[in-house]
């Protein structure tokens, strides 16, 4: 098993998840068009790439991976969707057959050189036409097809909202345009072609904001937990086997420990930090003191801050402005003082509806924010307050911003 970086795994770099894997399996073969939610860096993407790849081993299904991170429009989807559909013959051939008056020499062009080609002839007014038709040709091959589409929210958020974050009525009218036509795609095909939805912008909390959270109806969500610590254990003792070092089990416990919870990015960052550190001292055998060190120094230090970095950046799209500056007061109250409870809440709902926030869509109180950090993984319940989900990340928020914390209402 090779290490993992920061992009996705598969094959014999995928570890675990094997009860997931089965369920997402049967879920395709009935035709159960799904969402996979998770925060960052949980392995959506990873296993949805792992999922395909093993259905397509044993030659059940077809499958079709699109990613729309960088989508900036419904026809801009539709045109990416369309070259991504290459692996499935019937659809592959409908798309080359309908670019014929175009190009004739059609097969000769890269993907990137198609796309664009595409792209040119998919407008405002036709992208429902067009996706209707890769729809149809995808639904008529021999076997049913497995469409998933990876960062949908990124493009739902990227519709929605306007360059100060506000989510518009513009905004509104094209996702509920997109997502009416996915829905509707989805629900006459239901069989033929199963959708697996996934991305680290929740789509609900976003699809709630929005009010147009019927769209999600037709898809049922599958929360993609982090690895138990039984897993993240053993994927460290595989790991260290493969790299020739020695991690004790007590050792990768406390690694474990320290985490609290096991993303399992999390979990190979932590190992990478450590393999490097003991080649750096020349020696095989890690120790619990340079756990405590590797931990401190380098997942806290420079090089992890890039990667967790991205649990903040996230929340300013998401959440918009006026969203982001509560949810940073919440979440550093809350790394500050090692939990959060429903008092404190209380106290900054009634400080923020004095305030005089950045100009917002005006649904966003404390409780939306709220909402979505459960949602998404940042803080959970406990004993009637609430804390952060992750040890890491809430020690990384802590250095950051929790320095000389005092909360807004006593500033
Ligand atoms: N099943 C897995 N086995 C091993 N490493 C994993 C697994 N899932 C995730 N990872 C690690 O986490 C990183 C991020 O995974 P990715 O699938 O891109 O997450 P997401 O799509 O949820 O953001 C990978 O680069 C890898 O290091
Ligand atoms: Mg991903």
Redesign the pocket.
């Known amino acids: 098993?090779r290490?993992?970086?920061?992009?996705?795994?598969d094959g014999e770099?995928?570890?675990?998840?094997e009860v997931e894997l089965k369920a997402l399996e049967d879920r395709m073969h009935e035709g159960i068009h799904t969402l996979l939610t998770?925060?960052?860096?949980?392995?959506?993407?990873?296993?949805?790439?792992?999922l395909q790849r093993r259905l397509v081993e044993k030659g059940q299904l077809e499958v079709v991976f699109v990613d729309l991170e960088a989508a900036i429009d419904p026809a801009d989807a539709i045109a990416e969707i369309s070259v991504r559909t290459k692996p499935v013959d019937t659809a592959w051939k409908a798309i080359v057959n309908s670019m014929r008056s175009i190009s004739d020499r059609i097969e000769e062009l890269s993907v990137a050189d198609l796309k664009v080609k595409l792209r040119a002839r998919i407008d405002a007014g036709n992208w429902r036409q067009r996706g209707d038709a890769i729809f149809t040709a995808l639904a008529e091959g021999d076997r049913s097809v497995v469409l998933a589409i990876?960062e949908l929210p990124i493009l739902v958020n990227r519709l929605l909202r306007d360059e100060e974050g506000c989510i518009t009525p513009g905004g509104k009218q094209e996702v509920d345009a997109f997502l009416s036509w996915l829905r509707k795609a989805g629900q006459s095909h239901r069989g033929r072609v199963t959708l697996i939805l996934?991305g680290?912008v929740g789509l609900q909390p976003l699809l709630e904001q929005a009010g147009l959270i019927a769209h999600a109806n037709i898809l049922s969500p599958y929360d993609?937990k982090p690895?138990s610590r039984e897993t993240a254990v053993s994927?460290l003792e595989e790991l260290a086997g493969s790299y020739g070092i020695g991690l004790a089990p007590e050792v990768c416990r406390d690694m474990c420990r320290r985490l609290r919870c096991c993303?399992?990015?999390?979990?190979?960052?932590f190992f990478d930090r450590m393999h490097q550190h003991l080649q750096r001292t020349g020696r095989e055998n890690a120790s619990l003191e340079d756990v405590e060190r590797v931990y401190v120094q380098d997942m806290q230090g420079v090089s992890g801050q890039v990667d967790l970095q991205h649990y903040e950046n996230r929340l300013e799209p998401v959440l918009g402005r006026a969203g982001y500056a509560i949810a940073l007061e919440i979440l550093t109250a809350t790394a500050a003082a090692g939990g959060i409870t429903a008092e404190t809440i209380d106290r900054y709902r009634d400080w923020f509806s004095t305030q005089e926030l950045p100009r917002g869509d005006g649904t966003l109180s404390v409780n939306d924010v709220l909402h979505v950090l459960l949602h998404d993984g940042y803080l959970e319940p406990e004993d009637g307050s609430y804390r952060f989900v992750s040890g890491l990340i809430e020690e990384w928020w802590d250095r950051r911003y929790g320095q000389g914390f005092i909360p807004a209402f006593d500033r």
Not at 3 to 9: A, E, L, P, R, S
Not at 263 to 269: C, K, L
């Open positions: 098993m290490k993992g970086g920061i992009n996705w795994v770099d995928f570890f675990g998840r998770a925060q960052r860096r949980m392995g959506k993407t990873s296993l949805v790439r792992e990876d996934s680290s993609l690895w994927c993303i399992p990015h999390h979990v190979q960052m």
